[in-house]
Nanobody, 123 residues
Framework: VQLQASGGGLVQAGGSLRLSCAAS????????VGWFRQAPGKEREFVGGILWSGGSTWYGDSVKGRFTVSRDNTGNTVYLQMNSLKPEDTAVYSC?????????????????WGQGTLVTVSS
């Protein structure tokens, strides 16, 4: 399984950005996809996740009500729509995929990771 995150960039506070996570390879056994972020000098933080079958989503407290995770049902792409961005949202955002039931709010719950994409929010 390979994952490729894209869509990062520079945005002003209050703006929006949509990240994409394209999955390829043997994705038919996938159970969940998660988004994480890591700011300089900080630990990796869970952002949001979605069941690969679609429907259920879950979010970290710091992004609830502002970020939305969704999946393109016609393909293997998961999105992270980020609204009302704040400077503290600045980080490298990565997507990850899980093939097994696990604690999907922690990095250990995922077996495959993509390269991150940098999001910078200016004040």
């Amino acid at each position: 399984v390979q994952l490729q995150a894209s869509g990062g960039g520079l945005v002003q506070a209050g703006g929006s950005l949509r990240l994409s996570c394209a999955a390829s390879g043997r994705t038919f056994s996938s159970l969940a996809v998660g988004w994480f972020r890591q700011a300089p000098g900080k630990e990796r933080e869970f952002v949001g996740g979605i069941l690969w079958s679609g429907g259920s989503t879950w979010y970290g407290d710091s992004v609830k009500g502002r970020f939305t995770v969704s999946r393109d049902n016609t393909g293997n792409t998961v999105y992270l729509q980020m609204n009302s961005l704040k400077p503290e949202d600045t980080a490298v955002y990565s997507c990850a995929l899980s093939l097994a039931p696990a604690k999907w709010v922690t990095p250990n719950g995922y077996q495959y990771w993509g390269q991150g994409t940098l999001v910078t929010v200016s004040s």
